[in-house]
C-alpha cells in the first residue's frame, strides 16, 4: 500500500511564502487570545492552591456541591462537573497561604456533612504552597527554553548551522501555537503539559532531522541544483514516512486524549495539537529558514 | 550471526525480569527468578506525596528564647541587675542594663555566652541597651540539625506508625520529601507527621476566672498565660474549647520522656497515655507535684491543653498519665509523637499530592485500555501498509514493550500514569524507525536493486536519520527528567528507555530476520 506515490512533487518551497504568512498570523492570533484571556490559565502546580477530585455515591450536581461547599468558608472555589464519569468532580480552592492543608480537609469534612460519610469518596487532594509553585513555574520555563536551544546546538553540530537555527525556529513555532491553543481550550498549564511541551519539542525536531539529513545527503549527490530544488526534492522524498509517523503518533495520543482519563487529558491534548503543528513546521518553518540564509552557508556546502 | 545472539540473549534476561509480575504469586518457589515487580508509583497504588517546609528560623528563635532564662541566672551571678531581657525580632536577644555595669555585663557576656555576638549597641541617659545574637555559623549550624532533627524524628514516627516501603528524604535546603504508599487515612498521617509535639506542664493560677478572657479582649494577669483545651466537633476534629490562665513558666518539657504507651483507662473503653520519665524528669516531677499540692497542673501538647488535674499528693516514681477522650486512634498516635520527640522547629505542608486507592485504580484500567487499543491500531496499521515488513515491524514492536516493561523493573523504576501513557507514545513513535528503513527499501528497489542490495541499502542508508533523530528525542527526555518529580520523571524514563528498545527492536531486531531468510536464498522478493 502506498499513499504518496512515489515521484510527487509537490512544490512545498514555492508555497512557503504563504506558509509563513499563514504561520504569522495564528501567531498573531495565538498572541491575541493569550491576551484577551489575561494569559495562561495556570493550574496549581505554577499558581498554588488546592485540587480536591470526589466521587459521590449517589446522583449529584455542580450546584449541590456549590450548596454544600458554601458555610465551609473555603473561599472561591470552582467546581467542574467531570462530565462522562458518574457523578465525579474537581473542586480548585485558590491559595491561602499556609492554609491549603486545612482548607482541603474543611471541604471534603462539609461534603461528607452534606452527603454522608460513606457516599464520598476522595479520589485526589492535591496542594502546592505559593513558594513551591513559583519554583516549579521557573524550573519549566526553563526547561523548555534549555530544550529548544539544545535541539538548535545539537542540530547545529549535526548539520550546519542554517538547520539548527531553523530547528530552534520552528520549535518555539510549535510551543508557541500548542501553548496558544491550550489556552484557547481552557486548559490549565500543569507539570504533565510541561511534559508534553518537552515531547512536542522532542518530536517536532525529529521530524526535522529526517528532512535535514535527506537535505544533506541530496546536497552531496547533486552539488550544482540550487537549494530550492534540493530542499523540494527531500521534501518529497520523506513525505511519506513524516506522513506515516505523524500518523501513527497521532493515532496514539488520540486514543490517550480519549480514554487515558481526566488526569492526563490536558496532556494528551497538547500532543495532538503539537504533532500537528510539529510536523508542519518541520516542512514549512525550519526548511525556509534554511533556504532564507543560503547565501550565509552556500560557501560551506560546496566544500562539503 | 552476532545479531541473533544478541536478540536471544537479551529475550531471555527480559522473560526472566517479566515472568515474576506476569507469574503473580505462582512464581514465588522459583529460586531464580529476580524477586522484582513492575513498582507502581503513588499515582497508581494511591498514597501521599508531601514535602514539608521546615521552619528553621523557628528553632533559631527557640534557641534564643532559652537563653532569656540562662542570661538571667548568670547575670544574677556576677550581680548585675538588669532592667529587662528580652527576645525581640531579629531574631535577638536584648539586654538593658544601667550604664554603670556595662564592664560586669560584657564580662558576663564573654566569659559565659561566647556563642553570642553583640549586634548593636546604644546608651540613653542611664540605660545601656544591648543586642545580642547567634554567630552566623551558629544560626547555620543550629537551622541546619533542625532539618537533620526534624527528618530523624519524622521517620521515627512513620516508622512507628508503619507504613511500609515509606521514602523520607531530605530535598533542598530545608524542605524534607516523604511518600507514604499505599495509605488508608493520609489525614491521619499528615496530622502525625506534622505536630510539633511540644509536650509542657504548667501550673493552673487560682483565683482566676478564665472567662472573662473568651473573647481575648482582656489581657491576662501579669506572669500568666491563656490557654485552651480542645473539644471534638461531630466529624471527630479537635477544636478550640475552653480557656484556662495558666502561669507562663514551664515547670517541665516532653525532653525527660523516656516511653509513652496506651493503657486502658478506668471507665470501659476509655485510654490513657502513660509517660515514663527518666532519673531527672523524675526527680523534677516530685518535686514540683510535691509542692503544689491540691493546685492543678496543665498538660500541654502543641499550646494545647490535653488535662489539668489536680495534684493529690507528692508522685515519686517517675509516671504521670494522660486522661483525655481519646479514640484508639488518637492515643496511638499521641503515644508516637511523645516517644519519637518533639520536632525542633514547626514544619508546614509546601505540597501534597494524594491519590485516593480507587482513583489509582481507575487509572490503571484507563491506561491498560488505551495501550491495547493504540497498540492494536498501529499493529493493525503497519500490516496492512507493509504486509510482511509490517508484520516484522510489529513482532519489533512487541518485543520492544516487553524490553521496556523488563528495563523498567530491571532499573527498579517508578511506573506512574504519565509513565503508561510515555509507554503507549512509545508504541505511536517506535514504529518510526521500521518506516524509516521500509521507505528506504523501497526507494532502492525502485532504483532497481535486487532484493538483498535493497534491504542492505535501506538499513545503511536509514541509520543515521534513526539516529539522530531518536538523539534528540532522548536529549529532552532527559532534560524532562531532570526537570520532573514523581510522575513526570516516570514518563521520562519510559520515553528514554523506550526510545532505547526501539532502536534496537527496529534496527538489529528486524535484521535477524532478514538475515536469515537471506542466508538460506529464500528471498526472491521483498514484501514491503
Known sequence: ?304 | MYRILLVLGLTVVAVIFLLPSLLGESSAGWGFLPNRKVHLGLDLQGGTHLVMTVEADKAVENALELMVDEMRGELRKANVRPKSIERVAGPALQVVVPTEQSDPLSQVLKDRFPNLEVKGSQTVGQELTVQLVFYKAEVQQMKESAIEQSLETIRNRIDQFGVAEPIIQRQGDREILIQLPGIQDPQRAKDLIGRTAVLQFKLVREGANPEEYRDSKKLPPPGTQILWDAKKDEFGNRRRGSPYVVESRTLMTGDVLTEARVRPGELPNSRIVSLDFNARGARLFEEITGANVQRRLAIILDDTIYSAPVIREKIGGGRAIIEGNFTADEAKDLAIVLRAGALPAPVTVAEERTVGPSLGKDSIRQGMISFALAGSLVVLFMVVYYKFAGFLADMALIFNVAYLLAALIALDATLTLPGIAGIVLTMGMAVDANVLINERIREELRLGKTPRAAIDAGYERALPAILDSNITTFLSGVILFQFGSGPIKGFAVTLCIGLITSVFTAVVGTRVVYDYLLSRRRLQTVSV
Open chain 1, 1 to 304: 500500500m502506498e499513499l504518496i506515490p512515489p515521484g510527487t512533487k509537490i512544490d512545498f518551497v514555492g508555497y512557503r511564502n504563504v506558509a509563513i504568512l499563514a504561520s504569522i498570523a495564528l501567531i498573531a492570533v495565538g498572541g491575541a487570545i493569550m491576551v484577551l484571556r489575561g494569559g495562561f490559565n495556570l493550574g496549581i502546580d505554577f499558581a498554588g492552591g488546592s485540587v480536591v477530585q470526589v466521587r459521590f455515591g449517589q446522583t449529584a450536581t455542580a450546584e449541590d456541591v456549590r450548596r454544600a461547599l458554601d458555610g465551609a468558608d473555603v473561599g472561591a472555589v470552582t467546581i467542574q462537573d467531570l462530565g462522562g464519569v458518574a457523578n465525579e468532580f474537581l473542586i480548585r480552592i485558590p491559595q491561602v497561604p499556609g492554609q491549603e492543608e486545612s482548607m482541603t480537609k474543611r471541604a471534603v469534612d462539609a461534603l461528607k456533612a452534606k452527603f454522608g460519610a460513606d457516599k464520598v469518596d476522595v479520589l485526589r487532594v492535591e496542594s502546592v504552597g505559593p513558594r513551591v509553585g513559583k519554583e516549579l513555574r521557573q524550573k519549566a520555563i526553563l526547561a523548555v527554553l534549555f530544550a529548544t536551544v539544545m535541539m538548535g546546538v545539537y542540530i547545529w553540530a549535526r548539520f550546519e548551522w542554517r538547520f539548527g537555527l531553523g530547528a530552534a525556529v520552528a520549535l518555539f513555532h510549535d510551543v508557541f501555537l500548542t501553548l496558544a491553543a491550550l489556552i484557547l481550550w481552557n486548559y490549565e498549564l500543569d507539570l504533565t503539559i510541561v511534559a508534553a511541551l518537552l515531547t512536542i519539542v522532542g518530536f517536532s525536531v525529529n521530524d526535522t532531522v529526517i528532512v535535514s539529513d535527506r537535505i544533506r545527503e541530496n546536497m552531496r549527490k547533486d552539488h550544482r541544483a540550487p537549494l530550492a530544488a534540493i530542499i523540494n526534492r527531500s521534501i518529497n522524498e520523506t513525505l511519506s514516512r513524516t506522513i506515516l509517523t505523524t500518523g501513527t503518533a497521532w493515532l496514539v495520543v488520540t486514543v490517550l486524549y480519549f480514554l487515558g482519563g481526566v488526569v492526563i487529558q490536558g496532556f494528551a491534548f497538547a500532543l495532538v495539537v503539537g504533532f500537528i503543528f510539529g510536523t508542519y513546521s518541520s516542512i514549512y518553518i525550519a526548511s525556509p529558514v534554511v533556504l532564507f540564509f543560503e547565501r550565509g552557508g552556500g560557501a560551506s556546502r560546496r566544500r562539503a
